[in-house]
């Protein structure tokens, strides 16, 4: 457990309804009732009521107010929670009280983790259109990648803060990252326009585990009670998996619905032709690389040449889900199957832009590609949408895979790995359909010194099969399906995977 703070808590009845604020951080200016919901500000010994704070939406972490944890040999209590929104979704930071009296925060992170800290500059900053998506720049002598400029706004908080931002009133939100390396961990960097002067933090990826934490809440998955509701089109009762999904799709019409706002807010929908069945079925649990994850959502994208966007090819991609290691993503793709999610750092793009180097590994550049989803089901912790589109690059470095994923307001980067898909159908239970997993490349053909009639009858009969696949591929839809071979001279299946908007702390 956390040891206590070494200045001396504050309590005071809440001008709103007399309930007892406590404020444990004499870093915190803020808070919100636990009981009626009033924002209330510190000024000295007198708490004043600025208004009342909107309700919480659930999210899918284990992580809750008093919780309590070490970082770099400090102790920790999480005493605070703000919620954000934006266009693609919204997200998690909770405030944390050192042992020391100084203040961090752990945020949600493209399904993970960042533990960040407050960071000063000796400069003035720029104003935040001055940070171009994709351009690089320095803060602190440090080289730093603009991975997002969003309109961000504060959507609900809990507890005890540093500071509040204005309740729904947008501002400007900027993540830069670094590239990190053997001697340097990758860094998230993030400017707060919501205050003047800008407020930075930067942090790193940390997993749960490493926190040490305590205090943490049984589970996160559903309430039950609170979290069904009627499919807005077909009126089919749903449950959500996960408190924190932001879109799921209906079983029944098969309908994207927005949750974005939580269930008993507007539901919205939009309506989905030509389902497509997952190989590996929502919901199924395996194990992979020592995790046990749970499939809680599944894409199929399509992906089109830059130059020619007739020539189409598509893959799938599933959201695996673990309570303590949040998200990753399963890909299958004609190439093959991989585990990859979403880079905590940003990879540099070599010059001539055929290369990119990542912790110490330098990949090549496959190929470049437009990708957009064209069908979804499950669950997302971001608010997923049909007709999603991005700009894709992938690279390789032997099995490891690298992949950039850009869109208007946010670039991506994930990395992973491919694997056997003897183990996919090992870890979900699908021996009885190995056959239909497998994505085997075409090796090399080395033809024999001598050639009898039986060699000639077995090379026909193979030719008059890939002539038969050939033409069983040329009507494979790759819209609807994931087809294994391809009847153009593409020799990729699509991207490794990651997903289209995640630069953000979401």
Known sequence: MATESPQRAYRAPCPGCGAPVEFRSAQSTHAVCGYCQS????????????????????????LQLQASGHWKNKAFTLVGRLQYKYAEGTWTEWHAALDDGSSAYLSEDNGAYVFATPLSIPRELPKADYFRVGATTAI?????????NSQ??????????????????????????????????????????GSQPPSLSVGQSVLLEELKLSGLRDDSVKNEVGRQFNCPNCGAQLAA???????????????????????????????????????????????????????????????????????QF????????????????????????????????APIMGD???????????????ESYNAETSYVAGEFYWQVSRGQKTSNR????????????????????????????????KAFKLEDKKDLLKRIDAGPFTAAKSVGIGTVIVLVLILLLFLFLISRCSSCNPATENCSASSSSRSSGGSFGGYSSGGGHK
Not at 314 to 343: A, H, M, T
Not at 352 to 366: M, P
Not at 413 to 424: C, E, R, T
């Open 352 to 366: 001539n832009q055929q290369s990119a180097s990542y912790l110490g590994s330098r990949y090549q550049l496959k």
């Open 152 to 193: 961000v706004a504060l959507l609900s908080a809990q507890g005890e803060l540093p500071r509040l931002p204005a309740l729904g009133q947008p501002f400007a939100m900027v993540e830069l990252r670094s590239q990190g390396d053997a001697a340097s961990t990758a860094q998230v960097l993030s400017i707060d326009y």
């Open 140 to 148: 602190n002598g440090k080289s730093f990648s603009v991975a997002s």
């Open 314 to 345: 598509g893959w799938d991609e599933y959201l695996l889900y673990n309570v303590k290691r949040g998200f990753i993503f399963l890909v299958d793709s004609s190439d093959g199957w991989s585990v990859v999610q979403p880079c905590t750092g």
């Open 394 to 425: 992938d690279f390789v470095s032997g099995k490891n895979l690298l992949s950039m994923e850009q869109s208007a307001n946010e670039v991506t980067w994930s990395a992973g790995s491919q694997i056997d898909s003897d183990l996919v159908a």
């Open 39 to 62: 924002m209330v500000v510190r000024q000295g010994e007198t708490l004043s009521r600025l208004g009342k704070m909107a309700e919480l939406f659930d999210d899918h972490s284990p």
């Open 241 to 311: 998996l996960l408190a924190s999904s932001k879109s799921m799709t209906c079983t029944s019409c098969h309908s994207i619905i927005d949750l974005s706002q939580g269930v008993g807010a507007e539901l919205k929908h939009a309506i989905q032709d030509e389902p497509v069945v997952p190989l590996i079925p929502l919901g199924s649990q395996g194990p992979l690389q020592g995790v046990l994850w749970q499939v809680v959502g599944f894409q199929h994208r399509m992906g089109s040449e830059p130059n020619d966007p007739d020539e």
